[in-house]
């Protein structure tokens, strides 16, 4: 696989994942996990100076109990193993395509059921929020795993700023329409741009984030920036990348994949090693990082989160409702 950099850091300047783990460990065998004492982080006291490029360091990121006993992905795997298929389907493709995708200005355009529709500078959007670190395992419908140590806000301190009012049953997102910076949208692979969506509740739920980095840096574009979905109970493609767009809908949205091939990925998306798809079994995966000849891993219900989101799926039935 490609091992490359983002070009903007020098070598020298990257954390390892090494000292970065043991940064981790002495912190929460010093006893100072908790917000007071390491600050209370904002995206904007982090996006100082250059207003965030890439792999710029985030300051006063809260560290979360979310993610104890998960060893994250090395950087390398997590930067170069990627799916953006704005960008290319190969997994390499994102990495070597999109270093020179615009993320600064970016605005996003909030519309639908709520109380404080409008155009909004990234920067506003994400203003005093508190960022948190939040270690999350990523399930790829292609049956494929990671572990990743996000850098983001919960999603619901978001929408709330703009006021959904009650017939916001939905939320729909849309990642950025641009074919002369994403090659990819050049081939009508998908119906550009992508769409996902979730249900109000799905999208209040306390694990959604919104992420704007990883490993403690600005997010690569490879991985979505300069905002992206993550919502870890869920097949990694309802966590849209570089999104641009958000709409509060009484309608449940139909999202890209789901329009592609509709009996192969569904609105929901969630997890499940019961429900195979169609063309293969969602029984186990493989660990991206473990090796080529690492047995492969069971995969677990709602990926591990089952106690955090069971019950917002009790009496649906889960074979149906993929
Ligand atoms: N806009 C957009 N978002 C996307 C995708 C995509 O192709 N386009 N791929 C999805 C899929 S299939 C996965 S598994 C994750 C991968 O995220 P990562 O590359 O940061 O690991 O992004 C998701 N978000
Ligand atoms: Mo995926």
Redesign the pocket.
């Known amino acids: 696989m490609l091992i490359r950099r983002t070009p903007d850091i020098r070598p020298s300047e990257i954390t390892g994942e090494t000292v970065y783990l043991n940064r981790r460990r002495f912190l929460s065998t010093a006893g100072v996990v908790t917000a007071g004492l390491i600050g209370q982080g904002s995206v904007m006291a982090g996006l100082t100076g250059d207003a965030g490029a890439t792999g710029q360091v985030l300051e006063g990121v809260r560290q979360s109990a979310f993610g104890a006993g998960l060893t994250p992905n090395s950087w390398e795997d ?1 930067t170069t ?6 960008f290319g389907t190969g997994k390499s493709d ?1 990495v070597e395509n999109a270093q020179a995708f615009r993320t600064r200005p970016w605005q996003v355009e909030v519309t639908g059921y709520c109380d404080k529709p409008g155009t909004y500078a990234y920067e506003d959007v994400i203003r005093d929020a508190a960022l948190e670190e939040r270690i999350y395992r ?1 399930r ?3 049956a494929w795993s ?1 572990v ?1 140590p996000w850098v983001g806000i919960p999603l619901a301190d978001i929408l709330k700023r703009f006021e959904p009012n009650s017939n916001a049953k939905y939320v729909r997102f849309r ?1 950025l329409f641009d074919p002369e910076q994403m090659p990819g949208q050049r081939r009508r692979v998908l119906d550009w741009p ?1 769409v996902e969506g979730l249900t109000i509740a799905e999208a209040m739920h306390p694990l959604a984030i919104m992420a704007v980095g990883v490993y403690g840096r600005v997010l690569p574009n ?3 920036a300069p905002m ?1 979905l993550v919502v870890p109970w869920k ?3 309802k ?4 999104i641009n767009q958000i709409e509060f809908t009484d309608r449940q949205p139909r999202t890209s994949w789901e329009m592609a091939a509709p009996q192969e990925y569904g609105f929901y998306a969630n997890v499940n090693p019961e429900v195979d798809h169609p063309r293969w079994s969602q029984a186990r995966e493989r660990a991206i990082g473990a090796g080529l000849f690492a047995p492969k891993q069971e995969t677990l219900m709602f990926n591990g989160y089952a106690d955090q989101v069971g019950h917002l799926y009790q009496g649906l039935d889960l074979r149906r409702n993929y």
């Not at 193993?81 to 704005?86: D, G, H, T």
């Open positions: 997590i193993y990627n799916n953006f298929y704005e994102p990523l790829c419908v292609e990671m990743i990642t992508y490879q991985n979505g992206r097949y990694g493609f966590s849209i990348k570089s």
